[in-house]
């Protein structure tokens, strides 16, 4: 085998225990996102420094009159692939999730606690940064292992990635804004392999996360390894809530099948259907921003519902 390989793989296994935790100073002063199209607040802070991972964009969008205060504080919901949630010009695909406005009208409705919105961006290493590390090193064969470091161009970062939200990114935003910072009002979304990372953290980190959303989880790179691991990691289901879903993609990924494999052991762990834990299909939705535009107010019930 390439010795370089050897070296990461070597090198993703040192490193898969959490450091201490480390609160970097961001201090930046932004004016709000002029866009006449968005309802809210939208921040953006370009190229956010982090001692584990390189510095990235974040996003921060605050309900409409947050200004006149919550005096409980707010619920933070922290979502991958954050360029595509609020303005379609920044998109992957120029087709935006329309956060902004599913949001409003779910909190205007009633429907969910008032919530702050973190959209993280991703950035060149993706892959890398999404994949669950912890699996890959103890859970793949050293050919599996060998496969995914040549196609990504190394082996998985994610618990730096992690490292990030919850000792860096997540106090920031703590400081910043009027936040209900306990476990119970924080939570996680993403789509495809935005899924995968967001599964992984509340598995890493059940104090600091409340639930999931997965949309469309891109399943087939860890299926077997993930899991192993989700069978021996998957936190308990008191305080804890697990959003699943998958479109048509699959019927060509596979993701029907393997999905069933995760709803299995969510079951088996003692997640109630319904309270603890959801899935749905849906038929006709490709694997894009256009569906999960559609369905989000679906997650987003489920996991930000008041259930006091």
Known sequence: MNLKIVDDIRTCCETTNHGAPIETKIQLDLSPVKNADLIGTLHHFPSLP?????????????????????????????????????????????????????????????????????????????????LPQRPFCEHQSQQSRSRVIKRYGGVPISDRFLRFLVYELKPFVDRRYCTRPEREFTFLMGSSMGGLISLYAICEYPHIFGGAGCLSTHWPIPHRSFGKYLKARLPEPRGHKIYLDYGDEANSAGYLVRQKGVEHIIRERGYTFGLDWLANWYAGDPHSETAWRTRVHVPLRFLLKDDS
Not at 74 to 88: A, H, R
Not at 107 to 117: A, L, W
């Open 50 to 130: 982090s001692t584990f991972i390189n510095p990235r964009n974040v996003d921060v969008w605050l309900p409409p009159n947050y200004d006149e205060g919550d005096a409980g504080g707010y619920n933070v919901l922290y979502m991958q692939d954050g360029q595509n949630l609020f303005e379609s010009q920044k998109s992957f695909i120029g087709v935006d999730w329309g956060m902004d406005q599913t949001m409003a009208t779910l909190c205007q409705e009633k429907e969910i606690r008032p919530t702050i919105v973190v959209g993280i961006w991703n950035t060149p290493q993706r892959l890398r940064e999404y």
